[in-house]
């Protein structure tokens, strides 16, 4: 049984836009949306040299990287061939327009990797 | 069976007759796009799966195996549930029953088919052409027989004196035979190569080993018992001699015949399928006479043309494969292609009209000692053809001019010596790709070597430069390598890579240029981007990183104050309004008119600097000051306590006006040139362009500011002041153009502005002032500044129009749309 955790409205993501949600270690985790109100989580962490994703051109269920352009599917966290490379995905659900984050998925996903500086995130989780 | 195949039914039948590198390709697209649609049969003639034919010369020259040159083992076709029927000659299609018929009788069904029967040697018809040991070189079987022939026999001939026939003739004495080309023209390769060059070519292959007859027509060949003249019947056995118009002979116990080839269309003009110089194929690859038969490669005509080279036949398989696939998207418009040959280690490159003569203009250089020859030909001002002997490294250059039909007078001094004596940096003084040890960097920008360029090409089976760019991002940023990146494509795969499609699209989102989609955004007044991509058939929802930024300039600099800026259409750094950097942070440049500070501004940057503990002051190249490392959420903070306005560093918009002191203190002086440059820098603040944009202004001809590498230069002159365009001091250094000279300030804030809204309202996305004005020419430029008053004033006024009220994004963000979001906690 999944503990899920409110993080923040779907309005408080911006359209083809991202947020960040802080955790107590490991890189922070994107939250995107897209055009069409669907709503994906990765590590906030690009597998090519550790850009911010959160930072990039979200576009169709994408993310372009702002380091160097590499696209990563949100739905799966697999960067586009021919370039290779995953990064990690979270579980997302939305209810009556609340985002939630898997309580042990944010716990233990992706822990290995330094915090990424990119910009402000939810204050902690 | 899948879910989706359930609920269509049975599966289609796609049938492939032709196992080759063409028709193979097209189905590793249609199987990328639609791997579950169709069951599919194979028919190859050959026992081999789909191998390399282009590499055949070097395993005739005992360089590679067979084993190396295969594309797609068994095991892909099993993978992919193929059925492959190897060795099988499909003799019949029966249009009406839907079926074709193998000649050992088996049959397979089909609702479409894919004819890829490529092309056959042309065999001379002389006497004694079925002799045994009388061979065209077109598959492994022949190569084979070749093999085996060099280690029995000792005399060969190759007929014909082209690329086929020299490649021939080199492998087999490199086997140790003794070989002779007999070549009707006067000079070897006469279609790729004038006379010089072939003449050239024809030495270094006589220095090797080879010899040659030209001029020569062969009139039978004779054969004998055991290739023995012992007074036996002449036209049967092996053959022995071979004898020319003259009635002279030459020994030969190998003859190969390499005259040619000829599109292979003797099956599908026996069903009934209109061939003219090949399969006859529409836009989509469909025959013009049956709808459900598709054709390509060699043996297909497209708009009257049989293309030999893979790269176009791989454009025309991606094009057929999204037909097949049933997305009805992307149409093959042909392709312009150059030959850039490899002839035993010797290079080659040939493009456009090189012959010449009346009413062309020829630029020669010959260094025959050291084996170098260039002829570039120039008609009305452009580069029509080019020939290429010995350094072929600038073939690619030379290519992009001619396709382009760029106006050439400006750099025509220039232009013998290649690209990288146009500006200060190109390929690190390499020339020769073959020469350069695998650790050599081949891209500079993007730190990718020989070694790794050659080991993706080998391991993932690369064949056209686009590819190499994705998968190893050489060549994918200045491109000043994509010479080098081409040989190298040559040298690791054969062949020949250099093609394009004649109109380049935006992006695979849409199969417009960027000037149709400029050009219908202002016919249409198209004011958003979900009317963009409804009026031009977007193939994607929302676009991509590549046109959705193009898009959302070219509405905001055609419809200004109509349509609405997207914020979420622009990289990072243009949301943020600060420059990203690797490690996340960000940094702040603020705006210094003309370059020039005082010290209550000083004093509030070194308060910000200790207040956010930035790490790193630095004095930027265009005269201001930047703040490295600043944290996101601080940069709100920073720029209030700061209080100057954007410096824009981080936008395709106008940078720095870069000035020296002038007349003001400078003993030298002869105009105010701080003055000029701080009203030029407020005239034009917040103007975003297809790229960034930089001015500079000098007040002496001594030139301190730069001013001639500027996307405008403006330099003080006794009697008023001097204007340069379309400068550059990027990748490749640019010298600026002179344009005019001007009397008055305002004369200089007119023309500039005039020749920024061309630009703007006529670049492409991306396209610096440089870029720009090579395409359209700088006489163009002139015509719409300098001749036309009215259309300047008008062009100044529209820019001024667009710029009125302009948002400091700094400040004012609900005018500039900033989601202030970006820099707060949830």
Not at chain 1, 61 to 77: E, F, Q, R, S, Y
């Amino acid at each position: 049984m999944k503990e899920w955790k409110n993080i923040c409205a779907l309005t408080d993501i911006p359209v083809l836009g991202s947020r960040r949600v802080q955790r107590s270690q490991g890189p922070q985790v994107a939250l995107f949306r897209t055009a069409d109100d669907a709503v994906f989580a990765l590590l906030d962490r690009c597998p090519h040299k550790g850009g911010p994703l959160s930072q990039g051109i979200v576009f169709g269920n994408k993310v372009a990287c702002p380091l160097h352009n590499w696209t990563i599917a949100l739905d799966n966290g697999q960067a586009h061939a021919p370039d290779e490379g995953c990064t990690a995905k979270f579980s997302v659900k939305v209810e009556a327009g609340q985002v939630m984050l898997c309580e042990g998925e944010l716990a233990s996903i992706g822990l290995e990797f330094e915090p990424i500086k990119a910009g402000p995130c939810t204050r902690s989780c | 069976m899948n879910a989706s195949s359930k609920f269509l039914g049975p599966k289609q039948k796609l049938v492939l007759i032709g196992n080759g590198m063409a028709g193979v390709r097209t189905l590793e697209e249609l199987l990328k796009m639609a791997p579950d649609l169709y069951d599919i049969t194979v028919f190859g003639a050959e026992p081999h799966p789909n191998y390399n034919r282009i590499l055949l010369s070097p395993v005739l020259a005992g360089e590679q195996t067979i084993e190396e040159i295969i594309l797609n083992p068994l095991d892909w076709y099993a993978d992919n549930n193929i059925t492959l029927h190897l060795s099988k000659t499909v003799t019949q299609i029966d249009r009406i029953r839907r079926k074709v018929i193998a000649s050992d009788g088996t049959e397979a069904d089909y609702d479409r088919l894919l004819i890829a029967t490529g092309s056959v040697p042309f065999i001379l018809p002389i006497p004694g052409k079925d002799l045994d040991g009388v061979i065209a070189y077109r598959d492994i079987a022949d190569t084979n027989e070749m093999i085996d022939a060099a280690t029995k026999y000792q005399h060969a001939v190759v007929i014909g004196g082209g690329l086929l026939g020299l490649e021939a003739a080199n492998g087999l004495m490199l086997r140790g035979m003794q070989v002779t080309v007999v070549h009707i023209g006067d000079w070897l390769m006469e279609r790729q190569l004038d006379d010089v060059a072939g003449d050239l070519l024809r030495k270094s292959l006589q220095a090797r080993g080879l010899k040659f007859k030209l001029g020569a027509q062969t009139q039978a060949l004779i054969g004998g018992k055991d290739g023995r003249a012992d007074g036996e019947d002449t036209t049967r056995g092996r053959v022995r001699a071979v004898q020319f118009k003259d009635g002279s002979e030459i020994p030969a116990d190998l003859v190969v015949m390499a005259a040619g080839i000829r599109p292979n269309t003797a099956l599908a003009e026996s069903a009934g399928i209109h061939c003219s110089r090949g399969i006859v194929v529409s836009d989509t690859l469909q025959t013009t006479t049956d709808p459900r038969i598709y054709s390509v490669g060699e043996c297909a005509a497209h708009r009257g043309i049989a293309y030999g080279l893979v790269a176009p036949l791989f454009e025309q398989g991606k094009v057929c494969a999204t037909h097949l696939a049933q997305f009805g998207i992307g149409r093959y418009t042909g392709s312009s292609v150059s030959t850039k040959l490899k002839v035993t280690g010797i290079d080659l490159f040939s493009a456009g009209d090189f012959t010449g003569g009346e009413g062309f203009e020829e630029i020669v250089m010959s260094d025959p000692f050291a084996g170098v020859y260039k002829k570039l030909v120039i008609k009305n001002d452009q580069l029509v053809g080019a020939c290429l002997y010995g350094d072929t490294v600038d073939g690619s250059w030379y290519f992009k001019l001619l396709r382009e039909g760029r106006k050439v007078a400006d750099i025509r001094d220039k232009l013998m010596f290649g690209e990288s004596n146009i500006g200060d940096v190109g390929h690190q003084g390499h020339n020769k790709a073959a020469a350069m040890a695998d650790s050599d960097e081949v891209c500079g920008c993007n730190g990718v070597s020989k070694g790794t360029i050659c080991k993706a090409i080998k391991d993932k089976g690369l064949f056209t430069l686009d590819e190499v760019r994705k998968h190893t991002k050489a060549s994918a940023s200045c491109g000043s390598c994509t010479g080098l990146v081409e040989q190298l494509l040559m040298f690791t795969a054969g062949g020949d890579y250099s093609a394009t499609p004649k109109k380049k699209a935006v992006c695979a989102c849409t199969d417009l240029s960027h000037q149709d989609v400029r050009d219908a955004i202002d016919k249409q007044h198209l004011i958003s981007l979900d009317s963009v991509y409804t009026a031009l058939s977007w193939k994607t929802p929302n676009g991509c990183p590549t046109c959705r930024p193009a898009l959302n300039y070219y509405l905001i600099s055609s419809w200004p104050k109509e349509a609405q800026d997207d914020p979420q259409s622009r990289a990072i750094n243009e949301r943020a309004h600060a420059n990203i950097q690797k490690d996340g942070t960000y940094s702040v440049i603020p705006r210094m008119w003309g370059g020039e500070t005082n010290s209550s501004e000083l004093r509030r940057i070194a308060d910000a600097v200790d207040k956010y503990k930035i790490p790193t002051v630095k004095v930027t190249g265009g005269q201001r000051i930047d703040l490295l490392g600043v944290k996101k959420e601080d940069l709100v903070g920073v720029w209030k306590d700061i209080g100057m306005p954007s410096g824009h560093a981080y936008a395709k918009a106008l940078r720095t006006v870069k000035t020296c002191v002038g007349s003001e203190w400078c003993r030298m002086g002869t105009q105010d040139s701080t003055q000029m440059g701080k009203d030029l820098e407020r005239a034009f603040v917040g103007m975003y362009a297809p790229h960034k944009v930089k001015f500079a202004v000098s007040g002496c001809p001594r030139n301190c500011a730069e001013a001639g590498i500027k996307d405008v230069g403006i330099i003080g002159v006794d009697s008023g002041w001097e204007m340069y365009v379309a400068g550059n001091g990027g990748i490749k250094t640019e010298v600026a153009h002179f344009f005019t000279k001007l009397k008055t300030a305002e004369e200089v804030l007119e023309y500039t502005g005039a020749f920024m809204q061309l630009y703007r309202t006529e670049g492409w996305y991306l396209e610096r002032t440089v870029h720009y004005v090579a395409r359209v020419g700088l006489d163009y430029v002139k015509q719409k500044i300098l001749d036309d008053v009215e259309g300047r004033r008008a062009l100044w006024a529209q820019l001024q129009f667009a710029l009125a009220g302009e948002p400091d994004p700094w400040f004012e963000f609900d005018k500039a749309k900033v989601d202030l979001r970006q820099f707060e906690a949830l």
